[in-house]
């Protein structure tokens, strides 16, 4: 099993930019899910996808923050502007859902995305 | 609003000791609650889960224990060794799973 994709590993961009962060989930999983980690504030929750609507993005921290997910396979966390406090490492996971919650998930390696 | 926490951020054991990792909750709808090891560089890694029906599961070398009425629960790993030095969360699930901060547990040789 290839296992959550995610690319790019590492982002550099300067303060203002547009970064797009993109994820391959497990193949057959119908939930996807955005993570951000950082030191201070640990593993939040984004947003996150059931068979491709997004359901809940309450932890999107400000309009700047948009994510996608156009097919089963493919999802994009986009900022635009990008600013240094988005400096974090950015999950991606997928897991099977039913209807009564969202059990075990698998977390891709992550993007390192830092703005100067 | 809901959230799940642990109660210490490090914990430093002695190679081939017991480790126990503690986490508390506070939704009393959570039905199901998972803990994740995550190594330096790499993302979260599922280690056990268990059912709000449930008061312990075992896996290899890990077990996981529930207690509904103090809303606590703990990850015992037995015979601790260098490849378990890690950051551990607890998560509990109500409609998304809810992470805690993680404690860091460093094996001393």
Not at chain 1, 81 to 87: A, F, G, L, T
Not at chain 2, 26 to 31: E, T
């Given at each position: 099993d290839a296992g959550v994709i995610q690319s790019p590993r590492h982002e550099v961009t300067e303060m203002g930019q547009e970064v797009t962060l993109r994820c391959k989930p497990i193949s057959g999983h119908n939930s996807l899910f955005w993570y951000r980690q950082t030191m201070m504030r640990g593993l939040e929750l984004l947003i996150y996808f059931n068979n491709n609507v997004?359901?809940?993005?309450?932890?999107?921290?400000?309009?700047?923050f948009s994510a996608k997910m156009p097919n089963a396979s493919f999802s994009t966390l986009k900022i635009q502007?990008?600013?240094?406090?988005?400096?974090a490492v950015y999950f991606c996971a997928s897991s099977q859902s039913t209807g009564t919650g969202t059990y075990e998930q698998y977390f891709g390696p992550g993007t390192r995305l830092t703005v100067t | 609003g809901e959230s799940v926490g642990l109660h210490l951020p490090t914990l430093s054991v002695q190679e081939g000791d017991n480790s126990i990792i503690n986490c508390a909750y506070?939704?009393?709808?959570?039905?199901y609650f998972i803990w994740y090891k995550q190594e330096s560089g790499k993302g979260p890694q599922f280690i056990i889960d268990i059912r709000s029906n449930m008061d312990k599961r075992q896996g290899q070398r890990v077990t996981v224990l529930l207690n509904k009425t103090v809303k606590h629960l703990s990850l015992q790993i037995a015979?601790?060794?260098?490849?378990?030095s890690a950051v551990y969360f607890c998560a509990g699930n109500s409609q998304k799973l809810v992470f805690g901060q993680g404690t860091r547990l460093t094996i001393n040789p």
């Open positions: 997004p359901i809940d993005d309450s932890g999107m921290p400000e309009d700047r502007p990008s600013e240094p406090r988005d400096s | 506070s939704n009393s709808a959570s039905d015979a601790t060794q260098p490849g378990d």
